[in-house]
């Protein structure tokens, strides 16, 4: 995930798919481990007078992932992002810090939302994918009624739903999964879910 991103017409389907989940399912918190990596080139305003840097409060207002932290509220569940940077180099450790993170949280059941820039990765992982194997350490340390959710962006194949799911599916040895779409909206993602415990 980047800043950059929060808030495009992918994180209504995100958002809205993670409450539904809350409402339908007494989900209490949901943490978004963010996989962060850092902003494309920064925006600047070009005129006569020269380049200029936005005004900080801008970037804070669009560009500040923290901020889905505003849609927790009094009936429904706490939102929290973890947002370490995340980079190949020290992937297991932000691992570490990330399932260290997901165990804090008091309020149960918890959702936990891997959300890397493009999914999970079938073969090479990179700073854009999580590993089938990390699935599996976040599946493995919830509870029960807990949920695992992931953000599934489309492959340049025209199977890249099924085989996707597959993979992730497997990385949760078998458990059943739903498959989150909005075809009226963004095409382009998925979200797969799954409890921990209990059938989908």
């Known amino acids: 995930m980047k800043n950059q991103w929060y808030a495009d017409h992918r994180d209504l389907v995100k958002w809205g ?6 409402a339908a399912h007494d989900i209490r918190s949901i943490i978004q481990i963010a996989f962060l990596t850092p902003d494309d080139v920064p925006v600047l305003l070009t005129s006569e007078f020269g380049d200029t840097a936005l005004d900080p409060r801008v970037l804070h207002h669009f560009r500040n992932i923290s901020r889905i932290a505003e849609l927790s509220g009094p009936n ?6 973890f947002t370490q940077p995340f980079a190949v180099r020290s992937r297991h450790a932000y691992i570490r810090a990330a399932l260290l993170a997901v165990q804090a949280v008091a309020e149960r059941p918890v959702a936990v939302l891997l959300d890397p820039d493009t999914g999970i990765a079938e073969r090479l992982a ?4 999580v590993k089938d194997t990390e699935v599996f350490e976040f599946w493995s340390v919830l509870q029960p009624s807990d949920w695992l959710v ?3 962006h ?9 085989s996707r799911r597959a993979v992730f599916v497997h990385a949760l040895a078998g ?18 879910a799954a409890m921990r415990g209990h059938p989908a």
């Not at 429904?76 to 992002?81: D, E, H, K, T, V």
């Not at 990179?126 to 994918?129: D, I």
């Not at 059943?176 to 095409?187: C, Q, Y």
């Open 17 to 22: 798919t993670l409450l539904h989940l809350a």
């Open 175 to 192: 458990a059943p999964v739903l498959t989150f779409r909005a075809l009226s909206g963004a095409r382009d993602v998925a979200f797969f």
């Open 150 to 152: 992931l953000y599934q």
């Open 126 to 129: 990179t700073s854009k994918h």
């Open 154 to 162: 489309a492959a340049r194949q025209r199977s890249w739903l099924a």
């Open 76 to 81: 429904g569940p706490s939102i929290y992002a």
